[in-house]
C-alpha cells in the first residue's frame, strides 16, 4: 500500500488524511524500521506492508465507533503502538492510554511520542492488565487491542477497564470459533454483543473482524484473575462447569 492507495483507502472510512498526519505517519515508520534492527518490534517492516498491516489496519477501529464521540481509549498490549499510537495520530482529542508489559516496547513508544510531538493525554504504562486494573477499574469509554490473545482470554482483561456503557472493540482476524467460545464469558463480565463487522484488508483480501462489545452491568471486582491462572481455566471453562453442576 503505497502512500496514494492508504489515503484513498482511509477516504472510505471517512477519515481524511492531512500533510501533517503523513508527516508523523513518516516519522513513525522511519523509526519504527531504525529501532527493530535492534531491538524486535515487529516482523513487518517494509514500508507498503506497514502502511496496510501496521497503519491502516489499526484505523478500522473507524468502522465500529465514531471516535469524535469518546473521550478515553485503552489499547491493551499495544507493542509498537499499534493500533493505539497511530489512533492519537489521528484523533488527538481522544485520551489515549498505552499499555504493555514489555520494557523495551514501552521505551521505543516513549522516545516515538516524544519524535511525534504527541505527549499531551498520551499515557504509555509498562504494566500488566491485571495490575494496572487497581488503577483503571470502570474508566474507559473504549477499550481496543490488536493480536493480543484469544477472545475469550482478551475479554477479562479488557472488559473491566470499560465503564459501564463503554465498548470493548478487539481488532481480529478470523473469529468465528473464538466468538462461539466466548459467548458466555461475554455474559459473566457484563458485556453484551451487539454486532461483527466483518471485512477484507484491502490488496490481500486477508479477514479482520470486529466484534463490538458494550458494557451492560459492572464485571465482578474478581476479575481480571492473575493471567496464569486465566490461562491455565480461561472462563468459559468454568462457565462451563457451573452450568454442568446447575
Known amino acids: 500500500m503505497n502512500k496514494k492507495e492508504f489515503i484513498l483507502e482511509l477516504s472510505k472510512l471517512n477519515i481524511k488524511v492531512t500533510n501533517k498526519e503523513l508527516e508523523k505517519l513518516e516519522i513513525y515508520y522511519k523509526f519504527l524500521k531504525e529501532y527493530n534492527s535492534h531491538t524486535n518490534l ?28 469518546h473521550e478515553t481509549l485503552l489499547d491493551i ?80 482483561l479488557s472488559l473491566p477497564f470499560a465503564k459501564l456503557e463503554g465498548y470493548v472493540v478487539p481488532l481480529k482476524g478470523n473469529i468465528k470459533e473464538e466468538l462461539e467460545s466466548s459467548k458466555k464469558v461475554i455474559d459473566l463480565l457484563g458485556g453484551k454483543l451487539l454486532k461483527v463487522i466483518n471485512f477484507k484488508l484491502p490488496f490481500e483480501n486477508s479477514n479482520r473482524n470486529i466484534p463490538i462489545i458494550k458494557k451492560k452491568c459492572l ?8 493471567y496464569n491462572l486465566i490461562i491455565k481455566k480461561h472462563l468459559n471453562l468454568k462457565v462451563n462447569a457451573i452450568l454442568d453442576k446447575s
Open 219 to 226: 464485571t465482578s471486582p474478581k476479575y481480571p484473575r492473575s
Open 77 to 156: 498490549g499495544t507493542g509498537a503502538g499499534f493500533p493505539g499510537m497511530v489512533i492519537k495520530i489521528f484523533y488527538p482529542h481522544l485520551k489515549i492510554t498505552l499499555l504493555d508489559s514489555n520494557n523495551k516496547k514501552i521505551m521505543f513508544l516513549k522516545q516515538l511520542a516524544e519524535k511525534l510531538d504527541l505527549k499531551d493525554n498520551l499515557y504509555i504504562i509498562n504494566a500488566r492488565s491485571e495490575d494496572y486494573i487497581k488503577e483503571k477499574r470502570d474508566y474507559f469509554d473504549i477499550v481496543t487491542s490488536r493480536g493480543v490473545a484469544d477472545l475469550k482470554i482478551l475479554l477479562e
Open 42 to 69: 515487529t516482523s513487518i517492516i517494509e514500508k507498503d506492508l506497514v502502511y496496510l498491516k501496521h497503519f491502516y489496519d489499526s484505523l478500522t477501529i473507524n468502522k465500529a465507533l465514531d471516535l469524535y464521540k
